[in-house]
Nanobody
């Protein structure tokens, strides 16, 4: 079966960095677009960043542009999210998601597979 397993979350201070990882199994990873979403308490799940299967298309949410970077290693079936200059507003559960499609999508409802999430907490 398909599994997406996130790791790398934790409690950090404002201005710190974290790198999240998501390892996929049960899919041909190199043919899937991958994305990161996040959900803060009481809020809807929101798009953070995505990367096409070949790395050519990499959209970001405006709120993270210039601070976060998504990347992938198809040999390791892994997608990463490097998060720099973290702010309390970045506190959320972060999810990775996978979808095979021609274009990179940013709506959560369009993604087929999801991980269980990893908590990121940024203290002021």
């Amino acid at each position: 079966q398909v599994q997406l397993v996130e790791s790398g979350g934790g409690l950090v201070q404002t201005g710190d960095s974290l790198r999240l990882s998501c390892v996929a199994s049960g899919i041909t990873f190199s043919t899937y677009n991958m994305a990161w979403f996040r959900q803060a308490p009481g809020k809807e799940r929101e798009f953070v960043a995505a990367i096409s299967w070949n790395g050519d298309s990499i959209p970001y949410a405006d709120s993270v542009k210039g601070r976060f970077a998504i990347s992938r290693d198809n040999a390791k079936n892994t997608v990463y999210l490097q998060m720099n200059t973290l702010e309390p507003e970045d506190t959320a559960v972060y999810y990775c998601a996978a979808k095979r499609s021609v274009i990179v999508l940013t709506a959560s409802r369009t993604y087929n597979y999801w991980g269980q999430g990893t908590q990121v907490t940024v203290s002021a």
